[in-house]
């Protein structure tokens, strides 16, 4: 019997992540050095850890209210308010959701009508388009280029826009292409929202890992408040990946809005990784400044070999990312990454996963050691070397 | 004993290519070594031993500790979960008065004293904790500190 005749259209048509696909490749070789994984190679440091097994130890087993720990959602305020310029009230103005992925579902699924329109910049992660089409909105995307260091310019949403755009989706830092905004670039894009009437999505959780100059969140920005879902999470800054724990900020009526399908399809999130997140938001700043330290001088060796190799790379001001051009080479970014899996065993991820406008570009993750990084140079170059000849 | 270890042991600082001379090995068997001892768990890691008494932030303390064993594992899995702690330079398990010996770091007395009440003697188990905090350190790792070292005037040539 053929099942798959159930599958709704939708999910029938929603494409598999491109990323996933490589990775199958990958998983079967023996040997890879990868630089594909979005993730921190730090566990999560220790005392944030040992906080949720003493509270497993107290017995904190039991669902948690909607919106989550009161106690985490107060300290989740006091760190927006201090980092992030923009203050939030922890009783009906924070969401404690389950990763930010979660958050970026429950809010498409409870600001999109069939049809709406939602902007948002590529190349981006995987997941930004699919959720939009999961929502029944129609995505439009808005290209970024590497002549801006894959900055969002105002002029690029302008060129973009049509009538009947409702939402913006940000996402800056940017994975994969570790692009990022000037406080100049974010009033222009402010000023845009205002101009179109667009509620923006804003999803800054590489915001920590910003090596040069300042992080601006667009919810600081005069008259932005009341139309920004603030997402943020634990995943990057406190190697809190597979803990699931992120949160929104906003608006109470955008909120309460989220907070109702949340509330039906998560109930909440897990209590451990609540207590977990509340210990890192509390005590984990030292931990926090220590990895991005050593992802600062990782991207730095990193960018640095890249280019000295032939592979044109922008310095990324933020997230763990470099994106080189392989367009050099004269081969696609699909046949470079796959001839360079198979001569020399590094895994990296072609651009074109993340959108149009990654095509002829690959991302390198330099979330790995220093040792993993300079044997994964030394095999990039001799692979293209090898190509030369 | 591995005649590796014990150049390492002597304290010098030499490279893998310089031992490699001393041993009469090539440089690749040195690796290789080092590699084995590493594999083994012999070779834990490097660090180098430096004298921060100058350093603003580097507040030294030594806890003793007593907890109670448990069946089944006796004091290993509370002695594991102190030691994960990044304050915790090393931790012993001793004969005597108290169980185990901690000793911490960190950038201020107040961090010291937080992590002691906070997360130490919070743990089930930790029965009691005595805090002593290092005022001076004399001697280092097997490097004397702050100690003159007399000029060496050796006659050049000597019958």
Known sequence: MDTSRFIAKHVINLPKSGIRDFFEVVAKMKDVISLGIGEPDFDTPWHIREAAIYALEKGKTHYTSNLGLIELRREISKYVEKNFHASYNPENEILVTVGVSEAIDIATRALINPGDKVMFHQPCYVSYHPSITLAHGEAVPVPTYAKDNFALTAEALRAAWQPGCKLLMLNLPCNPTGGTCSRAQIEAIAKFAIEKDLLVLSDEIYSELTFEGEHVSIASIPGMKERTIFLHGFSKAFAMTGWRIGYACGPAPLIEAMMKVHQYSMMCASIISQEGAVEALQRGEDGM??????????????????????????MPRGSFYAFPDVSVTGMSEKDFAVGLLQAERVAIVPGSAFGPNGTGFCRACFATSYEQLIEASTRIERYVQSLRT | MNPVIKLLLEGGSLSTAQMAQVLNLTEADVNRELEQLKKDGI?????????????????????????????????NRLAERISR???????????????????????????????????????EGVLSTATHFLLRSYKEQGFLLDVKTEENDRLKVAP
């Not at chain 1, 220590?290 to 922008?314: F, P, S, T």
Request: include cysteine.
């Open chain 1, 289 to 314: 400044k220590a990895m991005r330290e050593q992802y600062h001088r990782r991207r730095d060796y990193i960018v640095r070999r890249l280019n000295e190799i032939g592979l044109k790379c922008h």
């Open chain 2, 85 to 123: 702690f990044d304050e915790v330079e090393s931790c012993y398990l001793m004969s005597g008065g108290y169980d185990l010996l901690v000793f911490v770091s960190g950038s201020t007395l107040q961090k010291v004293a937080a992590f002691v009440s906070e997360k130490l003697s919070s743990i």
């Open chain 2, 43 to 75: 070779l834990l890691g490097w660090r180098p031993v430096l004298n921060l008494a100058d350093e603003a932030g580097a507040v030294r303390a030594v806890i003793e500790v007593r907890i109670t064993p448990e069946r089944g594992g006796g004091f």
